[in-house]
């Protein structure tokens, strides 16, 4: 069902884009890295909980160099596939619902004309 078909090399090849734009632009992968690390350094979640969290945001935001990273990092965490599943449809669901509630925005426009 995927395009990327081969997810190890995929992650291999964004890390080697990565340091590239490093090379060219170093203090915006500097910054990227500093705020990354420091989400990561959570006092009131637990690695699972905020890679839970992450993955939903890759879903909704479909990146998939995120969508690889916290796959593996919530199976690295102690993530089974059935709890990767749940988290994915709460993303699923809040896609949903985030559509439904901007459609209404539509009916506004209609009721206005």
Known sequence: MS??????????ALRDRGKELGQLHPEIVKG???LSNGAAKTQ???AK????????VAITTKCDGCLDAHVRKA??????????????????????????TYALHALD???ET
């Open 3 to 12: 395009a990327i078909k081969d997810w190890n090399a995929y992650s291999a």
């Open 32 to 34: 990227f890295v500093a």
């Open 44 to 46: 009131h979640l637990d």
């Open 49 to 56: 909980t905020r890679e839970f969290i992450a993955l939903g």
């Open 75 to 100: 199976m690295a965490a102690g993530a089974t596939k059935a709890e990767i599943a749940e988290a994915l449809g709460v993303a699923i669901a809040l896609n949903a619902g985030a559509a439904f």
């Open 109 to 111: 426009r209609a009721n």
